[in-house]
C-alpha cells in the first residue's frame, strides 16, 4: 500500500495560480498511473488530471483544460497539478490518487490509493 500526502493548497484571488504536490511513500510510483481529483461542498468527487506511468500521456476534465497542468517527477516520487488562471469554482478539496496499472484515467473506480486532500480556495 502507498502513502500519499498532497500539499501545495491555500488561499488565492481569482487569476491566479497554485502548484499542488503529491508525495508517495511506501512503494514506488514510477509504474503507476496517478491522477488528481476534487471535491467541493455538497457535490461528487470530480476528476481533474491523470498522468500515465511514464509521464508521457496525459488528459484533463473539460473544466480545467488549457489551465492546469499535471506532471509527475519519478525520481522523488511525486505528482505535481500545476494551476492557473483559478476560478471561484476551482474552489474544493484536491485529492491526489494512485492508480493500479500504467495508465488509469478519468474513472475514479480505477484508483486504489488516495491521499487526504489539501484545500483550495479561490476568491473572487
Known amino acids: 500500500q502507498v502513502q500519499l500526502v498532497e500539499s501545495g493548497g491555500g488561499v488565492v484571488q481569482a487569476g491566479g495560480s497554485l502548484r499542488l504536490s503529491c508525495v508517495a511513500s511506501?512503494?514506488?510510483?514510477?509504474?503507476?498511473?496517478m491522477g488528481w481529483f476534487r471535491q467541493a461542498p455538497g457535490k461528487e468527487r470530480e476528476f481533474v488530471a491523470a498522468v500515465s506511468f511514464s509521464g508521457t500521456t496525459k488528459t484533463y476534465g473539460d473544466s480545467v483544460k488549457g489551465r492546469f497542468a499535471i506532471s509527475r517527477d519519478n525520481a522523488q516520487n511525486t505528482v505535481y497539478l500545476q494551476m492557473s488562471s483559478l476560478k471561484p469554482e476551482d474552489t474544493a478539496v484536491y485529492y491526489c490518487?494512485?492508480?493500479?496499472?500504467?495508465?488509469?484515467?478519468?474513472?475514479?473506480?480505477?484508483?486504489?490509493?488516495w491521499g487526504q486532500g489539501t484545500q483550495v480556495t479561490v476568491s473572487s
Open positions: 511506501g512503494r514506488t510510483l514510477r509504474r503507476y498511473g
Open positions: 490518487a494512485a492508480g493500479g496499472s500504467a495508465w488509469s484515467g478519468s474513472s475514479i473506480g480505477e484508483y486504489n490509493d
